[in-house]
């Protein structure tokens, strides 16, 4: 037992040595290469095995043929593993900087493009992320570029809209002035209309940029769906008959929900009005209301006579009209949407300030609107 623990005695003084001196080597190297901090680890291993065997041989008394041969086998046992390390070294370095040349493809137009070679378990986990951080660049650029396409349109859509009433206004203005205007009580019932065009293009601009920027701000409350409907359906209801639409609400579950009734009621009013617009005389303009799982789903069907396929993902986006089936001409001092294209980019704001999803698809004869908004807890 005596023998055993000068032994270990011995080991250990020659392994802590050895021990001490890679950690300053470690230290000293720490911003230097990954494969020489490699190699400064095995040949620190290395040392300490190399250093413990030769102090217990000396202590032991070994002959020098035997010391000779304990040397020689420590010789060719630490020169192998160096020459490992080193291997292992270059390989690790060969996968980092493929790695590192991979990574400068980050968020360029063609994506990662992920090294060739094999790599180790955490290179290759790095890589994942890089690939997966590339993914979400690109789609961060793609959603920027739509973003400003769809400002550049909108101040296009904008810039039109405004030009059109400001020449009658001022036409109209000019002509009370100078005293031509035959029936002056027409020419303000027609000024006033236009004034109240603008501002509800103003006010629906107002609206959507608060909803971009986050600062909507959203009074919850308890209510029933159907409630919200008999609200919209009241509201739209001079218009449906000037156009001579018929409103129907089809199957409208009372079913209740915790939303800012205001602006969901505007949400249903812009529907509604583009439906009804949309939808030729003598058609018919249905809203329903169901409840889906947790979800509660409200949903607008018009007769406008279905949506282009390619239309159908742009149709929340703003600026968007569609073609001149979807757009026909509006009447002054009607309500709802502006006639901006801003109405829908509206809704789908709205309805996601909510936590809940927009969506449109075709149905036979026209398109049905669809919010889905969650349950209100039971």
């Known amino acids: 037992m005596k023998d055993l623990l000068l032994i270990a005695l011995f080991a ?28 400064c680890v095995a040949f620190v291993t290395v040392l300490a095995v190399t250093s413990g065997t030769l102090a217990v041989a000396q202590a032991m008394f070994l002959s020098g043929h035997d010391l000779g041969v304990v040397i020689t086998v420590l010789g060719m046992a630490s020169v192998v593993s160096l020459l490992t390390a ?42 994942a992320e890089l690939a997966a951080t590339s993914a ?11 973003l400003d396409a769809s400002r550049r349109e909108l101040i296009a859509w904008i810039s039109h809209d405004l030009r059109t009433p400001l020449a009658g206004l001022r036409a109209m203005a000019e002509a009370l002035e100078d005293g031509v205007a035959d029936r002056p009580e027409l020419y303000l019932r027609r000024i006033r209309a236009e004034v109240e065009r603008l501002t509800g293009m103003v006010d629906d601009l107002f609206e959507l940029s608060r909803i971009q920027a986050g600062a909507l701000s959203l009074s919850l409350s308890r209510v029933s769906v159907y409630d919200l409907v008999d609200d919209a359906l009241a509201g739209a209801h ?13 199957q409208v579950a009372a079913e209740p929900v915790e939303v800012d009734s205001r602006e969901i009621t ?41 949506i282009p396929e390619q239309d159908l993902s742009r149709v929340f986006e703003t600026g968007w009209r569609g073609s001149a089936a979807r757009t026909p001409r509006r009447d002054p001092g009607e309500g709802g949407d502006s006639g901006a294209g801003l109405g829908l980019a509206i809704v789908r704001g709205i309805v996601e300030a909510h936590a809940g999803r927009a969506r449109v698809h075709n149905v036979t004869g026209g398109c ?11």
């Open 86 to 127: 080193a291997l292992l070294g270059r390989q690790v370095v060969a996968g980092s900087r493929a790695l590192t040349a991979a990574a400068r493809t980050v968020g360029s137009d063609t994506g990662f493009t992920a090294p060739e070679h094999p790599l180790g378990l955490e290179l290759a986990q790095l890589s």
């Open 136 to 146: 979400r660049l690109a789609e961060s650029r793609a959603r920027a570029q739509a």
């Open 238 to 250: 001079p218009l449906a008959r000037q156009r001579g639409v018929r409103l129907e609400g089809r």
């Open 12 to 39: 250990g003084l020659g392994a802590t040595g050895a021990g001490l001196l890679g950690w300053v080597a470690v230290r000293l190297l720490r911003r230097r290469s990954m494969a020489l901090s490699l190699f």
């Open 368 to 378: 049905c609107f669809e919010i889905a908004l969650p349950a209100a807890p039971g």
């Open 266 to 306: 505007r949400v249903l009013g812009n529907l509604l009005v583009n439906a009804i617009r949309s939808t030729p005389e003598d058609g018919v303009v249905a809203v329903s209301a169901r409840r889906e799982v947790d979800e509660v789903v409200l949903s607008v069907t018009d007769g406008c006579g279905g």
